[in-house]
């Protein structure tokens, strides 16, 4: 048994979904099992931390006996439980201030590939929704055929993205507001089933726990979280998918949207998502790849394929001396990050970075973060 990851369940217990503290309590102290053993004095880790979770934090049992089933149904059914300090963990996750301690996983999609986005939208798609989503996902796969679909297993938008991403030959992940061991719908197990031989399923709820309207609210944060862009396609004016794109634009990553006819109630949400300036139109895969400065991605291959001759003295621009100077200052930076550090836009941050990989200069790791080989 892993016990850091054993500890961390138990902690996610006894915080009772108080993210944020939580994430604060696993960091100062290094590690869960550092926590547990120094339960005791858990001020010495936050000055500030409510007395009512002081005294939580110094009975660990009852948490710990859950977190022994919780291993056993692991065992079982092919399970995994990735902690914050575990390499596997979702690395665009690391830096949102609400990050779970722990996440379950079933399945085989690298969560920390070089592309990930999210599809969520309206539980009532239309026919233009459904074409627009099959046209988007088909056509994003002929420009990125490497590419993580991430939604919620929902009806609606997100099981028609998880369908067409896995009839394109996408992996697919659905992030679920409940436990492992049941699906929710009921009638999305089979696209579940195949989902986990390409893809996966991933939560942070232990088994037993029931797919709440809260638990969906709570659910969308990784969906934002774990993902490089989100792309809204059909939204009332009120629904989850909105607060997912609210989430994403908290975490600093962009949010895109379709547009839809004025009046339809089902394109109020994306529409004024575009009117509101916090979300970028599209009209196509093409769009967003560009927005995204993906459309470098054939190119790349082809330049690997034939080799990159890494320039002795190689020459920056100004722009690219700004990566640089920002990458030997904190080496292995993730691209929305250096974005914001720089002020360069994600579009022409992407280009200039496909450039410096070129020049021999930068290397594209996984998890959307470049190490500066200089």
């Known amino acids: 048994m892993n016990e850091e990851i054993f500890y961390a369940m138990a902690l996610t217990r006894l915080t009772n979904f108080n993210f944020q503290l939580a994430l604060e309590l696993y960091k100062s102290a290094g590690s869960a099992q550092n926590?547990?053993?120094h339960r005791y004095e858990v001020t010495d880790f936050i000055a500030n931390c409510p007395p009512r979770m002081v005294e939580a934090l110094k009975g660990w049992d009852a948490a710990m006996k859950r977190a022994e089933e919780e291993l056993k149904f692991m065992e079982e059914h092919q399970v995994r439980a990735i902690s914050l300090l575990d390499d596997?963990?979702?690395?665009?996750m690391l830096d949102c201030v609400d990050a779970p301690l722990v996440l379950y996983y079933k399945g085989n999609a690298d969560l920390n590939q070089q592309r990930l986005i999210s599809i969520v939208g309206t539980r009532q798609i239309t026919r233009y929704g459904k074409d627009v989503v099959r046209r988007f996902v088909h056509e994003l796969h002929e420009l990125c055929p490497q590419v993580l679909?991430?939604?919620?297993l929902a009806?609606?938008?997100d099981i028609c993205a998880h369908r067409e991403a896995l009839a394109c030959g996408y992996d697919t992940l659905g992030v679920v507001a409940h436990g492992l061991d049941q699906i929710y719908p009921y009638h999305h197990r089979d696209t579940a089933a195949e989902m986990v031989q390409h893809g996966g399923l991933l939560t942070e709820f232990m088994t037993k726990t029931n797919a709440d309207r809260v638990n969906f609210v709570r659910r969308n944060r990784i969906v934002a979280g774990c993902t490089d862009a989100t792309v809204v396609i059909?939204?009332?004016a009120k629904g989850g998918s909105l607060i997912t794109a609210q989430i994403a634009l908290s975490y600093d990553r962009p949010v895109y949207a379709f547009p839809g006819n004025v009046g339809n109630p089902f394109s109020e949400g994306c529409n004024h998502l575009i009117r509101d300036n916090e979300a970028a139109l599209i009209t196509s895969a093409e769009d967003f790849v560009q927005a995204m400065g993906w459309q470098v991605d054939k190119v790349r291959r082809q330049a690997l394929a034939e080799g990159i001759e890494r320039q002795l003295f190689p020459e920056f621009t100004a722009d690219e001396q700004k990566i640089v100077g920002l990458l030997r200052q904190t080496n292995d930076i993730q691209l929305n990050i250096m974005s914001v550090k720089t002020g360069i836009p994600v579009s022409q941050l992407?280009?200039?970075?496909f450039q410096l990989?070129?020049?021999g200069v930068v290397k594209a790791l996984a998890g959307g973060t470049y190490h500066l080989l200089m």
């Open 149 to 152: 679909i991430v939604s919620g």
């Open 357 to 359: 990989e070129m020049k």
């Open 155 to 157: 009806y609606g938008v």
């Open 234 to 236: 059909e939204s009332a």
């Open 350 to 353: 992407a280009a200039l970075l």
């Open 35 to 37: 926590l547990y053993e």
């Open 88 to 92: 596997d963990y979702p690395q665009r």
